[in-house]
Each structure stands twice: as structure tokens, then as C-alpha cells.
């Protein structure tokens, strides 16, 4: 009955299921479209049997598999849309057979392979989009021979090498990008000969020489962006007027001169981005035309000269960043005209004179950072009208003056750097969190003249004490602020002004610990120490407690009440754990370790492991080894105890966890990273916890994480396989190891990603890994994770981050998805980690309740 069918339109309705291979059999159809619908499976190959077929459209749908090769026998095909599925393998250089099409599109698929240079053949093609696949190896010169082109995207790919010297020939090009790739060498320098270029983006790869010569008088130009490269050249001299420009971005280059006057005739420029390169020269007063100016960064280049009064009149501007420069002079009080304005960033440059309390004119900025300058005077109390602001640093100046109580009533204010100044006086009570300050997180007033009682207020009662370090005379919080009813009167907040006044008990066992190791160290070394943990199975021997061995061990017998249950606080594989107080007040926590039927050990290995590790590490986020005893009745470790419990036991905890505040939640996942970093790369050799969860993460009373339990530990040996028998708990161990014992870094970097997810989310995120590993490629599971908000998954009974902090939790996210990569080469190591959290993030381009999990996995 269809036979003679020739338009076949089914766009965006709810089908789902494989295209039938009977659909080969409408012989006189024209017009295929089945775009946004549920289809699945592989594309049938007799589709290839549809010899009149015009348009063939099978866009936003989940299918799968390779792209026949049959395709190609389509010579009426005109449009060829197959974006947003799953598709796999190459692409088939039968496409090249196409010569009447004019509209190719496979982006967002997992296409592999090189670009076929068949491609070349489609004299035709209009539209020519491969972005967001897994595509490699270099761009062949045969697109050059594509001179209809106006729409040629690559982005998102592996492609390598140089561009063709035949893209010359495309002359016509209104989009060309090819940005995210491994390409080098220069750009092509006709990209916009023929006058009609309007985005052109190639930022993220390796590209050097100078900004293509076709680009000065190129007035078509509404966007671009080159970031990343290691592009150069004369910035005056290279670019242009562009009447049409609206965003630009050369940030990260190599690029010198001096910016021109020019810019300030780009009437319709909203975005212009030249931070990191060697710009010098002033800042043009000119530049206050561009009346449509949404964002200025010009960070961190060598810019002279004063802030001109002009920019006052960029009364669109929401971000201006100056950073990082040589500018001198005094802030011209026109800033406080720039009423749109969110960040203001002067930081890091010689800028003389007061602060201008036209400031407050500014009244919904977020930002401000003007430390590291010369900034003389007092702090205008106008600052305090900043209702929206929630970082404050103007910290290394030279103001001077007490600290105005106007600033306790920024009541969104979460950072506040002050140090380095010439600050007197007492801290007003206004910054107590009574007084309604509450949303204070970290606040640093070190080195400055400052007395009296701090406030009361968490971010001064919690602060380290570097923070309140070297001024006049402060005191102690008046009062205790506390957690929670969970841990009573234990949690009482410290915060030490001079010195750190020891505990008797822990004096006792630290003498004892360090004066043992010595003589043991000293004596026979590490390894001889580990030798004689063996012949102690068959003995009376307390070698860390030599001279006192005997009196210790009793002393915690005594104290554990024989190792009565009432004092056990966990129970693992290898130990049981008890919470010790000694008779000097002192409290330890003791991990004795299970016995066989013969007094041995259970697991002797487990016990020598820990010891030899944490002898070797010495961070501040391990859990701290005070001595151990190997007794043919008991044989056990004494740790500091860690009154916060395992992060396990605080995310289960309903009464708790609302205190466990997402500040908390990212140090805590900071501090991981931390000692991670320096197990995998600065212990030699190499360490491998192997069993990092969240039951194995202790944290303090200042929600500090410690890493526990070393007893799976491996000590890499460069230049070996390292495989060993399977350790870890399940649910966080590396998917690897189902299939090889092979153990190296990336197999903690899976199980920190696993903690770090659980952190976010409150509890473990096996469902939600489940779900995104049940698509059968890389494209399905994005295509899944588009349909989950971020704001869904994270823990639901916090109230969700905002602001700076929201932007932290998203970078969170994202490299714990970069640390589930199935291939452990594609996981990030904990040191590149570090780096990415130690960045000082921008503000999110999107509203936090709209990101999606898809947008992490890119």
C-alpha cells in the first residue's frame, strides 16, 4: 500500500524501537524524517535500497552502531542528518559517492577513525558538521577542494596535525571551528578572504604564528575565540575595526602590543577577553564607547598607566577584571557608576590612593578584590551597603583605621581578606552571627593591629590560626559555638591567637612514640624493624615501646577493659577499632587486629603494611600513627583519635549531616585530593592506598579528613606490572580490576571519584553510576545524563549551593565523573586534580538549577 509513497514525516513524536528493514522497500520515497523521537538499534542497511531519497534526517534519537555503508548508493541524497545518537565506528568514505549533497551532519555521535579523504568529492556540500565525536589524525587536504562550504565544524575531537594549506580555498566560510582538538602549526590565513566569516573559534590546541591576515578587515566577525594556543604577534597591529563583534577571546597566548583605540568603535562588542598574554601600553580612554561591554579581562598582562574615568561609562559591564597588571594611580570614582557590575577585580597592581566609597554605587557586586596594591586610608563604611557581596578581599595594602561596623551587615558576605593591612582597634560586633552575619565562611585579619574579643561568629571562632595571626591582642570567641547534640560538649570550637597550649597526655605519648622510633630507626632501620614484627609472633617483644613496651601495653589493656565490646567504635576485615582513654585523659584510638586459633595475627601482612606506610607518609590528612605492639595475644596499632567519625557515619547521620555544610563537603574532598596527591607523587616510591571509601575517611572536629586504614597498601615498583591479589570494598574499587590485578594510581582516582560523588550526593552513588553505565556508548550515557539535573542528585537535605559555592560544587562534580572514565588512562591523576581545585573559578555561564549531568560528562 506504501509503495508509492514519496514524504515520510514522523518528527518528534514519542517512536521508539529500531528503524524496520522493510523501510528499504519504499523505493519512491523522497523524504525520510524521523528526527527527535525514542528509535534505537542500528541504522538498516537497506536503507541503501531507497534510490530517489532527497533528505534523509535521523537526528536526536539513541541509535547505535555503525553508519552502512550503503548509504552511499544514495546519489539523489541532498541532506544527510544523523547528529545526536550513538553511532559508532568510521565514517564511510562511500559518503564521498554523494556528490549532490549539500548538508552532512554526524556531530555528537562516537564516531572514531580518521576524516575519509573522500570527503573532498562533495563539491557540493554546504554544511559540512563531524563536532563532538571521538574523531583522529590529521584533516585531510582534500576539504580544501570544498569551496561551496559555509559551515565547516571539527570541535571536540582528537584531530591532529596541521591545517591544509588548501583551506585557503574556502573563501565562502561563515562558521569554521576547531576548537578542543590536538591540532598545531599556523591558522589558515584566508579563513575570511572572501569577507563573510562571522565565527570563527579555534581555541584549546597548539596553534602558533599570528591571528590570520584576513582577519583585520574582516567586518563580517561576530565571534571570536582563539584561547589556549601559543599564538602571537602585534595585538595593534593585527586586528581591526569590527562593527558586527560581539565576543572575543584571545585570552592565554603569546600576543604583545598595546591595545588599540579602535576597540572603543566596536559598538556591539559585549565580551573582550586578552588576559594572559604580554600586552603592554595603557588602557585606551576610548574603550568607553563600547557601550555594550558585558565583560572586560585584560588580567595579567603588563598594562601601565591609570584606570581611565571613561570605563565608568560601561554601564552594561558585569565583569572587569584589571588584575595582575602594572596600573598605577588612584580608582577613579566613576567605577561607581557601573551599576550592572558583579566582579570587580583591581588585585595585584600599584594602584595609590583610598578606596571611593562611590563604590556603593555598585550595589549588586559579588566581587571585589583589590589586594596587593597601595591602597592608603580608611575602609569606607559604604562598603557595608554591598548587600549582595560575597567575597571582600583587600588584603596587603596599607589601609588603615578600625574596620567599620557597616560591613557586619553584608549578610550575603562568605570570604573576607583583610590581612596585611595597618587595621586597628577592636572587630566590631556587628560581625556576630546574632547581629545576622551568618553566611561567613572564611575570614582572614592577620597581620594587622587588631584587639579584643573576636565575634561571635563561626568563620572567627573556626579560623586557623595563620588567619588571626600577629596582631595587637585578640582574644578568644566569648563563647562557644557547637555542632551538634551528637557530640556534646566535645565539639567546642578552638581558636588558638599565639601558641598551642599541650595536653599533658598527649605529651606523654608523643615523648614515648618519638623517642622509641628514634632509637629504633637509628638502631636497625625500617626494614630490620619490619623483620623482628615477624619473630614477635612467637614472643614477648614491644619494639616500638622498648623501655616502657610492657607498661604501655598494660596500660591499654587496662583501658580497653581487656578489649570489652562496650569500647569497640568499628569493626573491619582486618581489626576491630576502640576508643582509648588512657590514664592521663589522653584518648587514642586502638586497631587490634583479629588472632587465629595460635595467637598469630590473621593477617600479618595487613599489620606490617600499615606500619610500613604510614612510617613512610607524614601529611597532615593521614590519620597520625602513634606505635604499635605485636603481642602473641594481642597485637594492635594506637592512632589519634578522630572525633568526627568516618564520613560514613556522618552522611548516615540525619541529625548531623545538616551541619555538614557544603563548604565542609569541599574541604573535606580538598583534603583527600591532598594526600592522595602526595601518596602518588611524592613518596618514593609511589603509594596505592587501595581501599579509599568512605568508611575509611575520619574526619576531626574541624571537619578535617584524615585517610585510615593502610593495611591494603601498595608500594609501586617503577618499571613493573604490580599485580597483586584484589583488595578493596565493593562499590568503590576500579572496574579494571574485575579482569587484571594490575595496581596502579588510577585505581584510588576511581575510588576518590566514587567518595567525591558520595560527598555531594549523601549517600553512594551506585544507582546513579549504574544508570550512566548501562548505555551502550559514551554518546547514549550524555544523552542520559542530559536528562538529570546536577541540582536533583546532590544531597537533598542541604539547602543547594549558590553563588561561589555552587561554583565550586560544579567543579566538584566534574572531575568526579572524569574520575569514573572506564579507561583508567582517561582518568585525570590526583595531582592534575589538585591543580583544577586550586583554580580560582569564573562565574557560572548558566544558572546552577539548569546545569545537567550531561554538561559535567563533556
Known amino acids: 500500500m506504501l509503495g508509492s509513497l514519496s514524504y515520510l514525516s514522523l518528527f518528534k513524536n514519542n517512536l521508539s524501537g529500531p528503524i524496520p528493514a522493510s523501510i528499504g522497500n519504499l523505493s519512491h520515497l523522497s523524504t525520510l524524517y524521523l528526527w527527535d523521537n525514542s528509535l534505537c538499534g542500528s541504522i538498516p542497511s537497506s536503507i541503501g535500497n531507497l534510490s530517489n531519497l532527497a533528505n534523509l534526517d535521523l537526528s536526536n534519537n539513541t541509535l547505535s552502531g555503525p553508519i552502512p555503508e550503503e548509504i552511499g548508493k544514495l546519489g539523489f541524497l541532498s541532506e544527510l542528518a544523523l547528529y545526536m545518537n550513538n553511532l559508532s565506528g568510521p565514517i564511510p568514505a562511500s559518503i564521498g559517492n554523494l556528490s549532490n549533497l549539500s548538508i552532512l551532519v554526524l556531530s555528537e555521535n562516537s564516531l572514531c577513525g580518521s576524516i575519509p579523504s573522500s570527503m573532498g568529492n562533495l563539491g557540493n556540500l554546504d554544511n559540512f558538521d563531524l563536532a563532538k565525536n571521538k574523531l583522529t589524525g590529521s584533516i585531510p587536504a582534500s576539504i580544501g577542494n570544498l569551496t561551496k562550504l559555509t559551515v565547516l565544524s571539527l570541535y571536540i575531537n582528537k584531530l591532529s596535525g596541521s591545517i591544509p594549506f588548501q583551506f585557503n580555498n574556502l573563501t565562502y566560510l561563515k562558521y569554521l571551528t576547531f576548537s578542543e582538538n590536538m591540532l598545531s602549526g599556523y591558522l589558515p590565513q584566508n579563513v575570511c578572504y572572501g569577507g563573510s566569516l562571522q565565527n570563527f573559534s579555534a581555541y584549546d590546541n597548539y596553534f602558533i604564528g599570528s591571528i590570520p591576515k584576513s582577519l583585520r578587515n574582516c567586518t563580517s566577525l561576530m565571534r571570536v575565540n582563539l584561547h589556549g594556543n601559543h599564538l602571537g604577534g602585534n595585538i595593534s597591529e593585527d586586528l581591526g575595526i569590527y562593527p558586527n563583534l560581539i565576543y572575543i577571546d584571545l585570552r592565554y597566548n603569546n600576543f604583545y602590543g598595546e591595545l588599540s583605540q579602535k576597540w572603543g568603535k566596536c559598538q556591539s562588542l559585549q565580551s573582550l577577553k586578552f588576559s594572559n598574554n604580554r600586552i603592554s601600553g595603557v588602557i585606551p580612554p576610548q574603550l568607553g564607547g563600547s557601550i555594550q561591554l558585558h565583560l572586560l579581562d585584560l588580567s595579567f598582562n603588563h598594562i601601565v598607566g591609570q584606570i581611565p574615568k571613561e570605563l565608568g561609562s560601561l554601564t552594561s559591564l558585569f565583569l572587569l577584571n584589571l588584575g595582575g597588571n602594572k596600573l598605577s594611580g588612584s580608582i577613579p570614582l566613576e567605577i561607581g557608576m557601573l551599576s550592572n557590575l558583579q566582579h570587580l577585580i583591581l588585585s595585584a597592581n600599584n594602584l595609590t590612593g583610598s578606596i571611593p566609597k562611590q563604590i556603593e554605587g555598585c550595589s549588586i557586586l559579588l566581587n571585589l578584590s583589590l589586594s596587593k596594591n597601595k591602597l592608603r586610608g580608611a575602609i569606607p563604611s559604604e562598603i557595608g551597603n554591598l548587600n549582595s557581596l560575597e567575597m571582600l578581599d583587600l588584603s596587603e595594602n596599607s589601609l588603615i583605621g578600625k574596620i567599620p561596623p557597616q560591613l557586619g551587615d553584608m549578610q550575603r558576605l562568605e570570604t573576607m581578606n583583610l590581612s596585611h593591612n595597618d587595621l586597628s582597634g577592636s572587630i566590631p560586633s556587628t560581625f556576630g552571627e546574632m547581629s545576622g552575619m551568618s553566611s ?38 566569648p563563647t562557644s559555638i557547637t555542632r551538634s547534640k551528637n557530640y556534646g560538649e566535645k565539639r567546642k570550637n578552638k581558636v588558638v591567637i599565639f601558641f598551642i597550649v599541650p595536653i599533658l597526655g598527649a605529651m606523654f605519648l608523643s615523648l614515648i612514640v618519638f623517642g622509641i622510633l628514634y632509637h629504633v630507626l637509628k638502631r636497625q632501620g625500617k626494614r630490620n624493624k619490619l623483620n623482628s614484627l615477624r619473630e614477635a609472633q612467637n614472643g614477648n617483644m614491644f619494639e616500638v615501646w622498648s623501655y616502657d613496651g610492657k607498661m604501655v601495653y598494660e596500660s591499654i589493656i587496662e583501658a580497653t577493659e581487656g578489649f570489652d565490646s562496650k569500647h569497640c567504635v568499628g569493626v573491619g576485615g582486618c581489626g576491630s577499632v576502640y576508643k582509648t582513654e588512657l590514664r592521663t585523659g589522653q584518648v587514642v584510638a586502638v586497631k587490634k587486629f583479629h588472632s587465629i586459633q595460635d595467637d598469630r595475627i590473621a593477617n600479618a601482612k595487613a599489620f606490617e603494611n600499615e606500619i610500613h606506610a604510614l612510617l613512610e607518609i607524614r601529611h597532615r590528612n593521614v590519620v597520625k600513627l602513634y606505635g604499635f605492639c605485636s603481642h602473641p595475644r594481642h597485637s594492635f596499632l594506637v592512632y589519634e583519635f578522630l572525633e568526627g567519625g568516618s564520613l560514613k557515619e556522618i552522611l548516615s547521620n540525619k541529625k548531623e549531616v545538616v551541619n555538614f555544610e557544603w563548604v565542609k563537603r569541599v574541604n573535606v574532598v580538598k583534603g583527600v585530593v591532598d594526600a592522595l596527591s602526595y601518596m602518588h607523587h611524592d613518596c618514593s616510591p609511589p603509594i596505592v592506598h587501595r581501599d579509599i571509601s568512605s568508611k575509611n575517611i575520619m574526619l576531626d572536629l574541624e571537619y578535617e579528613a ?153
Do not use: W
Open 440 to 477: 561567613l565562611i572564611s575570614v582572614d585579619i592577620s597581620y594587622n593591629r587588631l584587639e579584643g574579643p573576636l565575634p561571635n561568629n563561626k568563620a572567627f571562632c573556626e579560623a586557623p590560626f595563620g588567619a588571626l595571626r600577629n596582631n595587637s591582642g585578640l582574644k578568644a570567641c
Open 706 to 858: 584524615h585517610i585510615s586504614d593502610f593495611g591494603t597498601v601498595k608500594f609501586l615498583n617503577p618499571g613493573s606490572l604490580n599485580r597483586t591479589s584484589f583488595a578493596g570494598t565493593f562499590g568503590y574499587t576500579a572496574p579494571e580490576l574485575a579482569y587484571t590485578m594490575e595496581v596502579n594510581e588510577k585505581c584510588d582516582v576511581y575510588s576518590f571519584g566514587v567518595v567525591t560523588l558520595e560527598v555531594i550526593m549523601g549517600k553512594h552513588p551506585g544507582d546513579l553510576i549504574s544508570l550512566l553505565s548501562s548505555s551502550s556508548s559514551s554518546s547514549a550515557t550524555t544523552s542520559t545524563a542530559c536528562g538529570i539535573l546536577l541540582k536533583d542528585v546532590l544531597d537533598q537535605r542541604l539547602e543547594p549551593p549558590r553563588n561561589r559555592v555552587a561554583r565550586i560544587v560544579v567543579s566538584v562534580a566534574k572531575l568526579a565523573f572524569a574520575c569514573l572514565e572506564t579507561n583508567p588512562q582517561s582518568r585525570p591523576t590526583m595531582q592534575q586534580i589538585s591543580r583544577e581545585l586550586s583554580i580560582e573559578r569564573s562565574p557560572l555561564s548558566e544558572m546552577f538549577g539548569e546545569i545537567t549531568l550531561g554538561q559535567l560528562l563533556v
